[in-house]
C-alpha cells in the first residue's frame, strides 16, 4: 500500500523568494516519486523524479527536490520564485520494482503555488 | 509528434446520455491509463491498460467502460452519464507499467461536465 500527503493546499510566496512545497509519503516498497505541475486548463507535466538513484533531485526550471528515507518526504524547492511558477504542484508515489503487473501512480491532493509581485 | 492527444477539449451531456473519449498517443508507449480530477482530491485513476489486449479496473471504474483499440488509442465510454460525473478527464501513458519507474505522460484533459 502506498499514499501520499501533501502538507499544504495552498502556498503563497513573493517573486524572487524561496519555495517549499512539502510532501509526506508511505509505501510498503521502495519507492519512486515525482513532482508533477499543471498550469491553469493544461495537464500535467513531470517536473522531476526519485528513482533511487541521488538523493538530491535536479528537475526543470530551477526546481530541485531531496528524498529523505528517515522522515519519508520528498519536499519540492526553489529558490527564486518567478511569476510563471504560479500553478498546482503534484506530488505522486509509484513502487520501485522491476517487471510484475502493472504499476499505479499514487497523486497527492495537490498544492496551488502563488506568486504576488 | 504529439504525445498524448485527448477528443474532444469540452462536453456538456444530459443525465442518461453517453458519450466516448478519446486518447492516442505517439510515444509507442505499451501502457495507457484513464483518470479522473476532482478539486481536492488530486488525479484518481479509473481505467488502465497495461499493454494492448489488456484492461483493468483503477480506484473509480464504476460507471465507465474502455477499450484498448491498439497500442496507440485507448477510449472512455460513459454509458449513462450522471452528475456526479463531472469531472475533467485525463489520459496517459507510459513505456511499461511494472517497469523500474513509471514516469506517465499526460493529455491535455477533457473537461466534462452532465447536468
Known amino acids: 500500500a502506498q499514499s501520499v500527503t501533501q502538507l499544504d493546499s495552498h502556498v503563497s510566496v513573493s517573486e524572487g523568494t524561496p519555495v517549499l512545497l512539502r510532501c509526506n509519503y508511505s509505501s510498503s516498497y521502495s519507492p519512486s516519486l515525482f513532482w508533477y505541475v499543471q498550469h491553469p486548463n493544461k495537464g500535467l507535466q513531470l517536473l522531476l523524479k526519485y528513482t533511487s538513484a541521488a538523493t538530491l533531485v535536479k528537475g526543470i526550471n530551477g526546481f530541485e527536490a531531496e528524498f529523505k528515507k528517515s522522515e519519508t518526504s520528498f519536499h519540492l524547492t526553489k529558490p527564486s520564485a518567478h511569476m510563471s511558477d504560479a500553478a498546482e504542484y503534484f506530488c505522486v508515489v509509484s513502487p520501485l520494482r522491476a517487471g510484475g503487473s502493472a504499476r499505479q501512480l499514487t497523486f497527492g491532493s495537490g498544492t496551488q503555488l502563488t506568486v504576488l509581485p | 509528434n504529439a504525445g498524448v492527444t485527448q477528443t474532444p477539449k469540452f462536453q456538456v451531456l444530459k443525465t442518461g446520455q453517453s458519450m466516448t473519449l478519446q486518447c492516442a498517443q505517439d510515444m509507442n508507449h505499451n501502457s495507457m491509463y484513464w483518470y479522473r480530477q476532482d478539486p481536492g482530491m488530486g488525479l484518481r485513476l479509473i481505467y488502465y491498460s497495461a499493454s494492448e489486449g489488456t484492461t483493468d479496473k483503477g480506484e473509480v471504474p464504476n460507471g465507465y467502460n474502455v477499450s484498448r483499440l491498439n497500442k496507440r488509442e485507448f477510449s472512455l465510454r460513459l454509458e449513462s452519464a450522471a452528475p456526479s460525473q463531472t469531472s475533467v478527464y485525463f489520459c496517459?501513458?507510459?513505456?511499461?507499467?511494472?517497469?523500474?519507474?513509471?514516469?506517465?505522460?499526460f493529455g491535455p484533459g477533457t473537461r466534462l461536465t452532465v447536468l
Open positions: 496517459a501513458s507510459s513505456e511499461l507499467a511494472g517497469a523500474y519507474y513509471n514516469e506517465q505522460f
